[in-house]
């Protein structure tokens, strides 16, 4: 059948209307002239009143100006002449109002607003005085990198009474890890703390061991933790477990023979491009990396030697910036650093970076890959040139450091170097000290606490400092322009009031049509009806009082309910009775003779005459016997 017949017998004359088609490139084209057209009419009438300004370009053009000197192509009517774009060129650079940021930003970038489009230079000398206000600015902060540091304004947050150990940052900035002497490990939300800065949650992952270095990994989603066991740890975002290093077997005297480290563990970081490997380093003389995907057994070792070959210590170990090298300090006082791929000779290293004996704190690497700082337990911090390690760059001396974990870091612009010093607790200030790159000058210094300032981080994205110290406090430093989120997303949430004691309490309905004999009454008074729920059994869910009498609806009543425990009670523990049981018979023989009920009737005519012996015979007997077969009393 066809169309037409189906739609006879079905009732109706086709199957709908054809869709409409549209031609957009004929759309746009009248669009773009009836733009053109309103420009020039606008450009017209402006010219026939008065001047402000002269266009450098033809009105009739369709987009919107090149960037480059705006004298590129552009599309003319017919009617515009070529010499009068020319000759309003220069003047219109010097004439005409100046335009809001947000069009000068659209004039400079080469977009066009919306409405019809601007002539050329309209705004440019706003735009040029704001570009100019921001180079001077930046110029400043690049003779003077010291308004690049953001200490301005400082939130506390409160570890613990001991110290703080480790401190680690996500890359985004929105969680913060830190660790102390007091083995407790604690998470900080920025985004989800309020002004009480309190820690949303604390655990102990390594048990009794002291922590020694948190680290996010370059993705943020796991942490690496390194205690002061034989096993780092690897933990979610959450602080539950995901992965545990193997121990090695410390009886095997070739550590490659191992799996594991058979020592305490000095320090460990994750790669900075493989999200899944990091690198750890310990007292058993060797620094291994090891896969997350493969924790029965490290993925390789790295064993650093002194001058005579023997076996060194490493105190500290990190990545470059590039993943392609490992360095790691010793106790010999030496710096060593290997090809990640090549783990047999070492590519560069130093004998004499640090006095031999003093424990080497930190190694860290510029963003450019180019300098080594280290921080040496000598008291000093040095630094160093990839290209050329055999002799320090700069050297800056009088850093007490006494702990084995006292960092070092490079600003996020690359220009400063900031470490901590160590000081007895009480006596002085612990300082954040802030060095020159370039020339190792002492440019400023911040007065933390009056303990050491051993833990510090300076993150690139949120521009805020994040200290640790001595006394259980971990600081972090900001600006409220420089800085961006962070410790700013918590200062200014109010604390969150105390949940008070739940109360039962009848929440009142509202029935406006209801029956009057239906309504509940309204209360005047919560505290009123307060005391009167208390004084209900039912709403204050009153704990029922205990059985008295026999048990009933299956709960077992109280001593002395049941028969048998009247019995025990009352007559079996009686105690008042003090008589002697013989005499309390005796006293019921007489009535039992003349009077026999139970006993006696049954027996009268069987019964034999009782004989029982007098004491007075028993007496008599007594004094028959010999000496030697009396009873003893």
Known sequence: MTDPDVGAIMGFSGFGKKARTFDLEAIFEQTRRTAIERSRKVLEEERS??????????????????????????????????????????ESEKSGPTLPS?????DVEGESPVGPPLPLGYGKQQCETDEEDDEEEEDDEDENPLKRIPDS??????????????????????????????????????AGMDASLQAFRSLQPCECHQIKSLQYSSTGDVILCVAGSAQAKVLDRDGFQVMECVKGDQYIVDQAKTKGHTAMLNSGVWHPKIKEEFV???????????????????????????????????????????????????????????????????????????VPGSDTSCLSFSYDGNTLASRGGDDTIKSWDMR???????????????????????????????????????QENGKLVFFHRETFQKLYEIEVTDASVIRCLWHPKLNQIMVGTGNGLAKVYYHPVKSQRGAKLCVVKTKRKAKQSQTVTQEYV???????????P?????????????????????????????????????????LSSFIVKNIALDKTDDSNPREAILRHAKEAEQNPYWVAPAYVKTQPHAVFATPEA???????????????L
């Open 280 to 354: 750890t380093c310990s007292n058993d003389g060797t620094v291994r990396t090891w896969d997350m995907n493969t924790e029965k057994k490290h993925k390789s070792i790295f064993k650093p030697r002194s001058v005579q070959g023997k076996r060194v210590i490493p105190t500290t170990c990190v990545y470059s910036r590039d993943g392609k090298l490992i360095a790691a300090a010793c106790q010999d006082g030496s710096i060593q650093i290997w090809d990640r791929n090549l783990n047999v000779h070492t590519k560069f290293h130093n004998r004499q970076a640090h």
């Open 153 to 190: 304004h400082e939130i506390t947050l409160t570890h613990g009474k001991k110290t703080v150990s480790a401190l680690g940052l996500d890359p985004s900035g929105a969680r913060l890890v830190s660790g102390g002497y007091d083995y407790e490990v604690k998470l900080w939300d920025f």
């Open 49 to 90: 009143v008065e001047r402000p300004y002269e266009p450098t370009s033809c009105a009739g053009r369709s987009g919107s100006p090149s960037r480059k000197g705006h004298t590129g192509d552009s599309t003319r009517s017919p009617g515009d002449s070529e010499s009068g774009c020319d000759d309003t060129d220069n």
């Open 522 to 562: 309204r209360q005047k008074s919560t505290r009123k009806q307060l005391e009167k729920d208390r004084l209900d059994p039912v709403k204050s869910h009153k704990p029922e009082p205990p059985v008295s009498g026999p048990g009933r609806g299956g709960r077992v009543g109280t001593h002395g309910g049941t």
């Open 388 to 426: 050329n390690f055999r002799n320090p760059l700069n050297v800056a001396s009088g850093l007490p450091n006494i702990f084995p974990m006292t960092d070092c870091c490079f600003s996020p612009d690359d220009k400063l170097l900031v470490t901590g010093t160590s000081v007895k607790r009480g």
């Open 102 to 106: 947000q069009m000068c930003r659209l």
């Open 510 to 520: 509202i029935t406006p049509h209801a029956l009057p004999m239906f309504r509940e």
């Open 618 to 632: 028993e007496e008599e007997v007594e004094d028959d016997e010999p000496e030697w077969k009396k009873r003893k």
